[in-house]
């Protein structure tokens, strides 16, 4: 069995729940600014979309709810750490830790890729990592929390197989075209 360190810092921000929550949240609102401006703009407003898109104002209400929901998640298997004593457990459970601190650097990676730099293909790869890592993060911690941390984030990985979709959609539709850049 390999033994995984984490930093002290990356367990006490989980570790305290206003942290655990204000961290995801903090991290989609400063990635999130800049879709305000492109979502308006030519590039964006000649995609082509897959069907099954929600409305544009549906994505500043559900991905805060997902990120606090995320936070909450990392909160629990940190606590759950802390009490833990199997050694398969510990191991799961700083495994989920770590790859839930992954896919949060990946979706804060999402946006700038999508909309800053226009690179759909690329953030695509990001997403599928994205929503793989998470899926097995959930995974990892189902057992060691009683299943607590699955009731929240199954939304979260029911989102980003929805948003696999959509920015698959995307590339596969727009592949090969042309399309005006914003200024």
Not at 81 to 103: D, F, P
């Amino acid at each position: 069995m390999f033994s995984l360190y984490l930093p002290n810092v990356l367990l006490a921000i989980a570790r305290n729940p206003v942290t655990a929550l204000g961290l995801p949240l903090a991290f989609g609102v400063l990635s999130g600014l800049p879709t305000a401006k492109v979502v308006r703009g030519p590039w964006y407003n000649n995609l082509f979309f897959p069907p099954g898109r929600p409305p544009r104002q549906v994505f500043p209400i559900v991905w805060p709810l997902l990120y606090l929901s995320m936070g909450y998640a990392s909160h629990l298997a940190v606590k759950a750490l802390e009490v833990s004593v199997s050694s398969s457990s510990r191991a799961s459970l700083t495994l989920g830790i770590a790859l839930y601190y992954a896919q949060l650097g990946m979706n804060f990676a999402w946006t700038p890729l999508f909309f800053g730099f226009k690179q759909v293909g690329i953030a695509l790869i990001d997403s599928i990592l994205m929503a793989g890592t998470t899926l097995y993060a959930a995974k990892l911690l189902d057992r060691p929390t009683g299943s607590q941390t699955t009731y929240f984030l199954i939304p979260y990985c029911g989102w980003l197989c929805f948003a696999v979709y959509l920015n698959a959609g995307i590339w596969w539709l727009n592949r090969g075209r042309r399309l005006e850049k914003d200024d």
